[in-house]
């Protein structure tokens, strides 16, 4: 097997594109299947190896792992184009559903479609929470750090930063006091008979550590990702809209640690409560978009971007701010990305030999679980009840339901989407479109 051309390549990362539904572990299965199975353009360990690298990486890491595949095959301009075309119809989906929600949100069959989604959704991110939770709660003290960071984030209200760092230093340091308890799972594989494995083993130069390399690398794609920012900072100053979208979702690309889900209960929170680019709803609603259409889950900032650019145009026509809102959140979100690849993949396999790291990302994974249990419970309460609050008791934060505004039909989608999901393994985007259409059925009537 040879080595493929860049116009092979560019075709497959096309068409991975518009067909990576499911979710990052749905997308890496996918790309295996295509990569290694069918075209073994690389072998199982050199896979592997790029995927735990990925891992320790913020960020969503099915995107970072098809830049880095492309980058191994085809150099800095392969892993653009890989990172670049699993992103690109997703974007372009999303763009035009938020557009649609923004323009035609209130009327009354668009609201009862996503009614019907948002009841969904919440089935799904409790289902994030067993599927991840089975896998990474392997012993008491990993329970105790899912649990940790659930009581850190539901109720004392810790920045999700902060606990995704602490989770990280109890895992390298308690490495040294109690390593089986810290151990990660580990990947086994064969040799592996790729053509990119041959390449590596003929010892390409852009394999190779540079220092320099890294150093004009790193320049180029900061300057890249922060100079739009640095700029609007300047020009309208920071108490804008375009400047805040874009400081925030630069800082949220440093720390989304442990994948899409437990990054949105950081962004969700936030959006939310203490920027209001949109309401719980509404961040249901797009959470619903990203999980139908192509592309990494962590689009849904991009809706998240639109309402905000929408509703706060300046002098732009709306559509417009929207429009370049999204684009700039979708930049700031993903450029780092490709910076993390391009800069850091030479050296994959010295930072895959240090053990305190593995146990790092161990202990990082179990706290995730508690994360994302924070994200469904805080959810749950919104799509359930019309009215919640959130009221200070002493040093805890307690939710305090108006039980009056409960509303029966959201639980009933909710429950069954769950029967659906657990009970006969229906398939995501099946469960999302019957709650849908039921939901839809049920708000049209009522």
Known sequence: MNKPSFVEAFRLWARLGFVNFGGPAAQIAMMHRMVV????????????????????LPGPEAQQLATYIG??????????????????????????????????????????LFYGLQCAILAIVFQAVVRIGTRALKNAAMVTLAA???????????????VV???GLTGFFGHRMAPDLFRGSGHGGGKGDGAADRILDDGADHLTPSASHAIRVALIGTTLWLGPVVLLWSVFGWQ???TQLGVFFSEMAVVTFGGAYAVLAYVAQEAVNHYAWVTPEEMLSGLALAETTPGPLILVVQFVGFLAGYRDPGTLDPSLAGF???????????????????VGAPYVERLRGLPQLDAALTAITAAIVGVILNLAVWFALHVIFADVKFVDAGWLTLPRPNFSTLDPAALVLALASAVALFRFKRGMVETLAASAILGMAWKLLA
């Open 148 to 162: 940790l960071a659930f009581v850190a984030l539901f109720f004392l209200h810790i920045p999700f930063p902060v």
């Open 240 to 242: 804008s809209t375009w």
């Open 71 to 112: 980058w191994l095959l085809h150099r800095t301009w392969g892993g653009i184009v890989a990172g670049s075309m699993f992103i690109l119809p997703g974007y372009a989906c999303i763009m035009a559903l938020s557009w649609l929600y923004a323009v035609h949100g209130e009327v009354p069959a668009v609201a009862a």
């Open 37 to 56: 199975d069918e075209r073994r353009w690389i072998g199982e360990t050199r896979f592997l190896h790029a995927l735990n690298f990925c891992t320790l």
């Open 324 to 342: 370049l809102a999204a684009t700039l959140v979708v930049w700031v979100t993903f450029v780092p990305s490709f910076l993390w690849i391009l």
């Open 165 to 167: 760092i602490a989770a």
